[in-house]
């Protein structure tokens, strides 16, 4: 695989940079796109080449792409409450976005594409675990933007050949998450107020659980997913630790006085059936929650 380039959009967020460092370091030529909206050019390894374009223009999606074995398409506007406030600019970047990078990887002739899908599709169901198979029920804009995506790389499997393969990620928490913002995510908000000695907040009573998994094993999925022979025909696949905690273990775990204000529009549990990407991919989780929030701590230097 020495040399092969790659393609990684959203390179320079928090995934997509943990993700470009795992293939720089399994000698891919890894070539980042970002458009700096979400993402930061300092996330991005050195090693990597990168550009600053948007994945709304179709022409600079063709011209990243040529020569391109894979492409992993992360590039989003990710935030749930985002969507429901800009509900325009989000399915632009998540819905058209996404069907200009299908389109440039077809015309590539790129070996296939792993599309960052979202548990945000599953909504509230009435049985835990969310497995696959499941009925998509989603309660944002942003869920349902994750289920078009899925439903386009299913269709250009199908019709246009492409092959692609779906990972639907839960709560994904790790080293360069983003902390700050008023949509960041509740690892990264809890920390950041507890570092800066302030109250942590929890939206509604915080029995509200979650099924947090490492940005390590995400990458280390998305790296399986495009070696593997087994996937390729659009399928769907759940990446999730397979273990959920409340917002407020989560937040005691964190440490640091807590207040509870008003509640938002959120389903109010996940938690992965994570079989199947044992079954295709033969993939596990293998950094712990307890584990990834104590390496966590130590980078934002809090003390137990």
Same mark, same amino acid.
């Given at each position: 695989?020495?040399?092969?380039?790659?393609?990684?959009?959203?390179?320079?967020?928090?995934?997509?940079?943990?993700?470009t460092e795992a293939l720089l370091e399994k000698g891919y030529e890894v070539h980042a796109?970002?458009?700096?909206?979400?993402?930061?050019?300092?996330?991005?390894?050195?090693?990597?080449?990168?550009?600053e374009k948007d994945i709304r223009n179709l022409e600079d999606m063709k011209e990243a792409m040529e020569g391109a074995k894979y492409v992993f398409h992360?590039?989003?506007?990710?935030?749930?409450?985002?969507?429901?406030?800009?509900?325009?600019?989000?399915?632009?970047?998540?819905?058209?976005?996404?069907?200009?990078?299908?389109?440039?990887?077809h015309d590539a002739g790129v070996s296939k594409v792993i599309f960052s899908a979202s548990s945000a599709a599953y909504g509230d169901q009435d049985v835990m675990p969310l497995?696959?198979?499941?009925?998509?029920?989603?309660?944002?804009p942003y869920g349902l933007h994750k289920?078009?995506? #899925?439903?386009?790389?299913?269709?250009?499997?199908?019709?246009?050949? !492409?092959?692609?393969? +779906? =990972?639907?990620?839960?709560?994904?928490?790790?080293?360069?998450?983003?902390?700050n913002g008023a949509y960041a995510l509740a690892v990264g908000l809890f920390l950041r107020l507890r570092k800066e000695g302030k109250p942590i907040t929890i939206t509604g009573d915080g029995t509200q659980t979650r099924d947090m998994t490492h940005v390590r094993d995400v990458v280390r999925a998305n790296i399986l997913a495009a070696e593997s022979e087994t996937v390729g025909k659009g399928e769907i696949i759940n990446i999730g630790s397979g273990?959920?905690?409340?917002?407020?273990?989560?937040?005691?775990?964190?440490?640091?006085?807590? #207040?509870?204000?008003?509640?938002?529009?959120?389903?109010?549990?996940? !938690?992965?059936?994570? +079989? =199947?990407?044992?079954?295709?991919?033969?993939?596990?989780?293998?950094?712990?929650?307890e584990e990834?929030?104590?390496e966590l701590k130590k980078i934002f230097g809090i003390a137990d």
């Open positions: 695989m020495k040399n092969e380039k790659v393609v990684v959009t959203g390179g320079a967020g928090f995934i997509g940079s943990n993700l796109i970002d458009n700096l909206v979400g993402g930061k050019r300092e996330n991005v390894d050195p090693r990597a080449h990168f550009y992360l590039a989003a506007l990710p935030r749930v409450q985002f969507s429901i406030e800009h509900p325009i600019e989000t399915n632009d970047v998540n819905v058209n976005g996404t069907l200009n990078v299908l389109k440039a990887a497995h696959e198979e499941m009925p998509v029920n989603p309660k944002s289920c078009i995506g #899925e439903m386009y790389c299913k269709l250009w499997s199908d019709v246009y050949g !492409l092959p692609t393969v +779906s =990972l639907r990620y839960f709560n994904v928490f790790g080293p360069k998450l983003d902390p273990k959920n905690h409340t917002i407020n273990h989560l937040a005691k775990t964190i440490g640091g006085p807590v #207040e509870h204000i008003a509640p938002r529009l959120e389903p109010h549990d996940t !938690l992965a059936d994570n +079989s =199947l990407a044992k079954q295709l991919l033969g993939w596990e989780p293998e950094v712990s929650f990834g929030i104590a």
